[in-house]
């Protein structure tokens, strides 16, 4: 059975860093692509950034471009997201997802990811 398991998530002000760790347990990790979410209330889930583990290169939305970095530990079977110059429209609850199987693109859609996280409250002061 896959589970996803997110930590790391809290509240800093305007301008700090958080980092954001999902470990996976019941899927060949370096095989699988994973990717991070992000949910305002009232809004719909929004791409943030996905990595393909055979490859360990990420791919980001505009919004968090040169701000955040996702990586993996294969070894560990966890994907980080490091969020540096966080803003109050950082705020949001993250998800992390895992598409099973090697992929060509990277997923940017939450209907392309197979299992996710239960989700990491993030909130940014102003």
């Known amino acids: 059975q896959v589970q996803l398991v997110e930590s790391g998530g809290g509240l800093v002000q305007a301008g700090g860093s958080l980092r954001l760790s999902c470990t996976a347990s019941?899927?060949?990790?370096?095989?699988?692509?994973m990717g991070w979410f992000r949910q305002a209330p009232g809004k719909e889930r929004d791409f943030v950034a996905a990595?393909?583990?055979?490859?360990?290169?990420?791919f980001y939305a505009d919004s968090v471009k040169g701000r955040f970095t996702i990586s993996g530990d294969n070894a560990n079977n966890t994907v980080y997201l490091q969020m540096n110059s966080l803003k109050p429209e950082d705020t949001a609850v993250y998800y992390c997802?895992?598409?099973?199987?090697?992929?060509?693109?990277?997923?940017?859609?939450?209907?392309?990811?197979?299992?996710w996280g239960q989700g990491a409250q993030v909130t940014v002061s102003s």
């Open positions: 019941g899927l060949t990790f370096s095989s699988s692509a």
């Open positions: 997802a895992a598409r099973i199987g090697t992929v060509l693109t990277y997923p940017t859609t939450p209907s392309r990811y197979d299992y």
């Open positions: 990595i393909r583990l055979n490859r360990g290169t990420g």
